[in-house]
């Protein structure tokens, strides 16, 4: 008697093609570009640590040196501080330092201001002539006094 049950034909026998190869997209693939970013932030640190750190550190520490151009500097410790405190000069320097800084900034803000008031609360003759030449004498001022000029005239 023949079997009548199906007989399978398998094909050549095939493989799955090898996974893909998944490119990292963390933290991990970032590391080989850091040396980009040092290069790009090299020049700005340079920058900050040849013009602002090195002289004020350097400044510090000659505070408390006896130093002359020619000679080594000489450590004295707190003895140029004590001398600062106990001199008249510095003291009478300090003085005149905080009595320009508050004229100038208590003065140079209330005339300012004084005149921005007065500018804002005179007559409609003066408002004609502000509106015809104060932009020409600052171009910056140009856009905000137009703005304010033009949000009046609307109410």
Known sequence: MQDSSAQVVRGPATTAPPPAVRRRTGPA??????????LLVAPAILGFGVFFAYPMLRGVYLSFTEFHILTPPVWTGLKNIQELINDIRFWHSLGVTAYFVVLTVILGVGISLLTAVVRMTCSPRWNACRRRYWPRTDGSLRSGVADTDQARARG
């Open 29 to 38: 693939s970032r590391r080989n570009d850091t040396w980009v970013a040092w």
